[in-house]
């Protein structure tokens, strides 16, 4: 049976955006009180016996090649592991934390920081107007109807700032959020935000991706605004617009910027645009869910992550490993320093990880209602994290000290209720775990 010939009934671009919701399962876990006897051994199973029993039944029912937790505490130098499973439901080579999964969404934190990082240098500026960067987005035109003709249009009333590219209130569309006449220019225009699969897939017209970032950039400019800046707060292509500002602000391409500035000082030695030939036998398989049934949509050893990437999408663009980006969130929670080396500073990551959403902006009957958002990522009560589109969610939390992150890989995430099932089962964890602390 042809790829092309399954029925994939959820598998859809606006199905995908629900993947970052996933974050909410992450924020909601970092407010619950963990203590350190939790992280008493580098496998901490048996003190999460129901989150264990959780990623199990998910491995070994099939339904998922791997269920992969990580739990960091502080500065602690390595972070500890629940859960497990295979590369792939066809290969035995188990996942570890030095296996390669597709990020996705939690890219933006990443360009984010990066983001921050110019701000800091006083480069950048947080309320700078982005055409002073980008010219073309001088005058930009808004739909009347974000869903409507490209030709019934106003002029926008203030202009885009930095602010609002970082917490997605630019008014900008997005390829897998826009509707009608803009998501076709968002095709047309090859404005692309990742990569998804070689293979045909329901849901994912073919779109050739516009030539470079630069190009990506400039056509963007072009088409109309969904929204008036800072008055609304909708998901959008903004991360990967940011992806352009800061090459042009630092001179360098921005994978460059990411590998110089962030990636390296980190010790991040397995975060890639495009997974190396060398480093293919530790990437996952990604699969599409059918029915509750787990079908390959973009093998490991064919993948296409393999590929250069034509536009390196700071929005959803990223591979890497749970060890990597436990050591992103360490540098998180370290207030920009990590192992003695200084990645960022401590006013950077601060004002990064803060509610940044400009005051005018309405974040009624969206998901995003009641909560905040930084540099890239949700901000919570003193947490902050983002997930992505391949089930993977990560969360840091500064009143606790907590790193979590969660790796899968399968499409779309709410394909199975693994988020509400995992808070349900550290809840019972935690219950057990206060009950012997008391009984102690």
């Keep these: 049976m042809a790829y092309r010939d399954l029925d994939f009934p959820v598998l859809s671009r606006r199905a995908l955006i629900r993947g970052s919701a996933l974050l909410a399962g992450g924020a909601a876990l970092s407010t619950l009180p963990f203590g350190r006897a939790a992280f008493a051994m580098h496998d901490v199973s048996e003190s999460w016996p129901n989150v264990a029993a959780l990623a199990n039944r998910y491995v070994s029912e099939r339904k998922l090649a791997n269920l992969f937790l990580t739990f960091g505490w502080g500065q602690d130098s390595s972070a500890h592991t629940v859960g497990g499973g295979t590369l792939s439901l066809a290969k035995p080579t188990p996942v570890d934390q030095d296996s390669l999964f597709r990020i996705y969404s939690m890219s933006k934190p990443i360009t984010g920081m990066a983001t921050m990082i110019l701000i800091d240098e006083g480069r950048l500026g947080l309320d700078q107007p982005l055409y002073e960067i980008l010219p073309a987005f001088r005058d930009m035109q808004v739909l009347i109807d974000p869903e409507g003709s490209l030709e019934e249009t106003v002029a926008a009333e203030r202009p885009i700032t930095i602010r609002q590219l970082l917490t997605h209130t630019a008014g900008l569309g997005y390829q897998i959020i826009s509707k009608g006449p803009l998501l076709a220019a968002f095709n047309e225009n090859g404005l692309v935000g990742g990569r998804v699969s070689r293979i045909p897939l329901p849901g994912f017209p073919p779109v050739t991706p516009a030539p470079g ?17 800072a008055t609304k707060w909708s998901y959008s292509a903004s ?17 460059a910027f990411l590998k110089a500035r962030i990636f390296e000082p980190c010790g991040m030695n397995s ?15 990604n699969y599409g869910i059918v029915n509750g049934t787990a079908f390959p949509i973009d093998p490991g050893a064919n993948s296409i992550f393999t590929d250069p990437p034509v536009v390196s999408a700071g929005g959803g663009g990223l591979v890497s490993s749970p060890r990597d980006y436990d050591r992103f969130l360490r540098m998180l929670l370290g207030y920009g320093l990590i192992d003695g080396t200084r990645v960022m500073s401590e006013a950077a990551v601060r004002v990064g990880t803060s509610d ?41 939390d500064f009143n606790l000290g907590l790193r979590s992150a969660l790796f899968t890989q399968y499409m779309p995430p709410e394909a199975f209720p693994i988020r509400d099932e995992f808070l349900a089962a550290m809840e019972a964890d935690l219950a057990a775990l206060r009950d012997a602390k008391q009984a102690a």
């Design 271 to 285: 975060t890639f645009m495009q997974v190396p030939q060398s480093e293919v036998h530790r990437l996952t398989d």
């Design 213 to 229: 970032l630069a190009v990506w950039a400039d056509r963007l400019a072009e088409l109309p605004l969904m929204y008036q800046p």
């Design 356 to 396: 940044l959403i400009p005051a005018t902006v309405d974040t009624a009957g969206t998901w995003l209602e009641g909560q905040g958002h930084g540099a890239g990522g949700r901000s919570v009560n003193g947490s902050f994290g983002w997930g992505g589109a391949a089930g993977t969610l990560a969360a840091v």
């Design 239 to 255: 991360l990967d617009l940011l992806g352009r500002v800061i090459e042009v602000v630092s001179g360098m391409e921005f994978e």
